[in-house]
């Protein structure tokens, strides 16, 4: 008995240990995600703003491309 209640405790804790790394890992894998969303938001509001309020400035980019 006492043997399979060590074996309990142990399991326990390296599925803690395990559990806590995987969270943080999960936690700055969405960071990162929201980061680059948030970055390609500010990108699309600016090229929203070039397309639709200086439409000679857009095409004349598009055309020396």
């Given at each position: 008995?006492?043997?399979?209640l060590?074996i309990?405790?142990?399991?326990?804790?390296?599925?803690?240990?395990?559990?806590a790394a995987?969270?943080?890992?999960?936690s700055v894998?969405?960071?990162?995600?929201?980061?680059r969303?948030?970055?390609?938001?500010?990108q699309l509001?600016?090229?929203?703003?070039?397309?639709?309020?200086?439409?000679?400035?857009f095409?004349?980019?598009?055309?020396?491309?």
């Amino acid at each position: 008995m006492h043997n399979s209640l060590t074996i309990n405790v142990l399991q326990n804790l390296l599925f803690c240990i395990l559990k806590a790394a995987v969270l943080h890992g999960k936690s700055v894998c969405f960071a990162s995600q929201k980061s680059r969303f948030r970055n390609v938001k500010a990108q699309l509001s600016l090229f929203k703003r070039i397309i639709f309020t200086k439409p000679k400035l857009f095409f004349s980019i598009c055309l020396e491309r």
